[in-house]
């Protein structure tokens, strides 16, 4: 059985309800979900980063949440949507790149906290114009 949960899952050596399987892009249900249809969405081959690494799986994981979105519209009747990436060293206990695709309703208990701070405008015009500038 490979090392990474998730590219055992890849492999078909665990059982999950799959929800899309093709072009190199699984997406399943989540074994402990936030809430009904929460989907992972992962490239079949490891890798540990999706975003800023011209990695060519990136587009198609992408558009699978995209496509994925609307089928569980259409299914369960979704409001709206969270979608969740972060590297896989940062945060939890697996290290194979996925986003999660979490169904919303109004008065839902989903909790996604983020501490907020008031935008520094000189320092948002630096980081702007050094990211436009790398063009
Ligand atoms: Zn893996």
């Known amino acids: 059985m490979a090392a990474c949960e998730f ?3 890849a492999a078909g050596e ?18 402990n979900p ?3 249809g929460h989907a992972v969405v992962m490239p079949k081959s490891h890798r540990e ?7 060519a799986a990136t587009p198609g994981v992408f558009e699978a ?3 994925l979105a609307g089928d569980l519209r259409a299914v369960l009747g979704t409001e ?9 060293s940062l945060v939890g ?4 790149a996925h986003v999660h695709l979490v169904p919303r309703a109004d008065n839902d208990d989903v909790s996604l906290s983020l501490d907020r701070t008031a935008l520094d405008h000189a320092d948002a015009a ?10």
């Open 7 to 9: 590219c055992s899952i």
């Open 14 to 31: 665990r059982d999950v309800h799959v929800l899309f399987d093709r072009e190199g892009v699984l997406a399943f249900l989540d074994e």
């Open 34 to 36: 936030a809430r009904e």
């Open 49 to 55: 980063e999706l975003l800023g690494v011209s990695e």
């Open 65 to 67: 949440v995209d496509g």
């Open 80 to 88: 709206g949507f969270s979608v969740f990436y972060t590297s896989g």
């Open 93 to 96: 206990s697996v290290d194979h």
């Open 126 to 135: 630096d980081l702007a114009a050094a990211v436009r500038d790398r063009d």
